[in-house]
């Protein structure tokens, strides 16, 4: 995969970075997409590729992003694969549908059944790339990807700019913080716990998990040399016992069949 982290000014509170991949996995093998703290809009160029979610297939889709996710799902590509995504901040992928993202939980949604005008204009921009792999074009049609979705964006979304500035202050909390966060911002907890509910996508509680498990998976899959207790302590969890369940709830493996079998897509989030 390759990012890049070049965000206009006036999407930098809602994304954070755009992707590419391009390549062919094992043929006809499953790979797990492991939970992430973030909501991806994806763009397939070129190749064929489904999502199953359990014993679920979900049909293919031109574009379509990921709800938050407390659960693995499996990707089998067939052949050669290419797509372009685009990586939204926690918060940050409300304003371009304006409908509550807790309906989107553990799903993959076709774009065009939620914001048909943005999606058909993401198309228009699709068809013009015929492949990943220039870096020059790619981001000149970064560019245009942006002035589509900046035309989506309301000219004055004043009101979901101060709950943006709320929702940054929880998710970077680190999850110790959420009642003082509360009263910060003059509301309850309850009235909180909706408002993540409805412009993340996920409870609160579950958001710091994910979050914390996305951090201790990546050491997992990446970092060969660390020990896995090292990682559970490093990642503060209570112990390697602790840290074993909650990672074989999110991946359905154990740490150890992670490292092992290496069938997780989890990119190093080097940026080029």
């Not at 093998?29 to 297939?57: F, S």
């Not at 990642?235 to 490292?259: C, E, G, I, L, V």
Request: with cysteine.
């Amino acid at each position: 995969m390759k990012f890049y982290n070049r965000v206009d000014p006036k999407l930098e509170n809602y994304i954070s970075h755009y992707w590419t991949t391009a390549g062919a996995l094992e043929a006809e093998k499953a790979y797990k997409i492991l939970p992430m703290d973030h909501i991806d809009l994806i763009m397939p160029i070129t190749g064929q590729y489904e999502h199953v979610y359990g014993t679920h297939v979900v049909d293919k889709s031109p574009l379509f992003f990921h709800g938050m996710r407390d659960t693995a799902i499996e990707v089998v590509r067939h052949g050669y694969v290419e797509c372009i995504g685009i990586t939204f901040k926690p918060w940050g992928f409300y304003p371009f549908i304006k409908k509550a993202l807790s309906q989107f939980q553990n799903k993959s949604v076709d774009l065009h059944l939620e914001n048909a005008l943005l999606a058909n204009e993401l198309v228009n921009v699709m068809r013009s790339i015929k492949s990943v792999q220039d870096n020059g074009k790619i981001e000149s049609k970064i560019v245009e990807i942006e002035g589509v979705l900046l035309r989506c964006l309301e000219e004055d979304y004043t009101e979901y700019q101060g709950t943006v500035q709320l929702l940054m202050d929880l998710c970077n909390s680190g999850g110790e913080d959420v009642e003082a966060i509360a009263k910060r911002h003059h509301i309850t907890i309850r009235t909180l716990e909706r408002m993540v509910n409805k412009y993340i996508g996920i409870n609160i509680r579950t958001f710091y998990k994910i979050r914390k498990f996305e951090e201790a998976s990546r050491a997992v899959l990446y970092d060969g040399n660390i020990n896995l207790t090292d990682i559970a302590y490093e990642s503060n969890y209570y112990d390697q016992a602790h840290f074993s369940k909650t990672f074989k709830k999110f991946t359905r493996d154990t740490p150890k069949q992670a490292r092992q079998n290496k069938t997780a897509l989890k990119s190093h989030m080097d940026f080029e």
